[in-house]
């Protein structure tokens, strides 16, 4: 990693769009910090940047190419899927919270057992980062819930009519998914054209996500940002999920 820019305080990020990957044996990673400092969370993702590491690494800070982008309009809702979304529109006790327990969504993200992945990236810096950007209005949770108990839910971050999706957890078939479908049908419906989702999975590929080439998903950021369309708008309850029967 020794052409990888090592970052200070005040330090900007490299931009993606300028430059090419530091280091060709670590395509994608495009900085390093000792900690994420204050602001320096929320200018990675003005620039097409996010934090990726473990415990006791460095911050690692990656661009990817491609990118993988899901957009609404080509969410997948398979019919097993729309079956589960019919049954929790008719339980009274079936509930999606957007904005209400933030913390509580990321720490069962974090805690949530992965099939082939040891532990979590979702640190406890990382949640203190990510709580301060939802403190300034641009980190939302939307929470999967069952007579009060939270079941699923997704937490991702909005800067202009940009969305970036972060981490997902179920404790329940297919409540992540209705997370998911739930935050899909309100960025169609208020004209968000992509959703970032990062890095290539096969789970997400099957919802109708795709990998894109870098350059443009970095074009697009820098038309969204100046959109003011979700700024304000972030409330919806399950009602949402009609958009997909």
């Given amino acids: ?70 957009k609404p309009a080509d969410f997948k809702c398979h019919d097993s899927l729309k079956k589960s979304i019919r049954h929790f529109l008719l339980d009274p006790q079936k509930q999606i919270l957007v904005d209400q327990d933030f913390g509580a969504v990321v720490r069962s993200c974090a805690t949530a057992k992965r099939k082939d992945q040891d532990g ?17 209005g641009n980190a939302h949770s939307i929470a999967v819930m069952e007579d009060a108990r939270l079941i699923g839910g997704l937490y991702c971050v909005a800067y202009g009519g940009m969305v970036f999706g972060e981490s997902m957890f179920s404790h329940q078939t297919d409540a992540s998914k209705i997370a998911l479908a739930s935050l899909a049908a309100w960025c169609y419906q208020n004209q968000v054209e992509m959703i970032d989702c990062q890095q290539e999975t096969a789970h997400l590929d099957s919802l109708g996500a795709a990998p894109i080439p870098r350059d443009q998903f970095l074009a697009h950021l820098q038309i969204a940002l100046k959109q003011t369309n979700i700024e304000l708008s972030w409330a919806f309850d399950k009602e949402i999920l009609r958009h997909w029967l």
């Fill in 1 to 70: 990693m020794g052409n990888i820019n090592w970052l200070g305080a005040q330090d900007a990020f490299p931009n993606p769009i300028h430059c090419q990957d530091p280091d060709p044996n670590v395509p994608g990673l495009i900085a390093v910090s000792d900690r994420i400092y204050p602001g320096q969370l929320a200018r990675a993702y003005q620039t097409g940047i996010f934090p990726w590491y473990s415990d006791n690494q460095p911050v690692l800070w990656w661009s990817p190419n491609p990118r993988m982008v899901l």
């Fill in 120 to 136: 979590t990236w979702i640190t406890h810096e990382i949640m203190d980062a990510y709580t301060n950007l939802h403190e300034q």
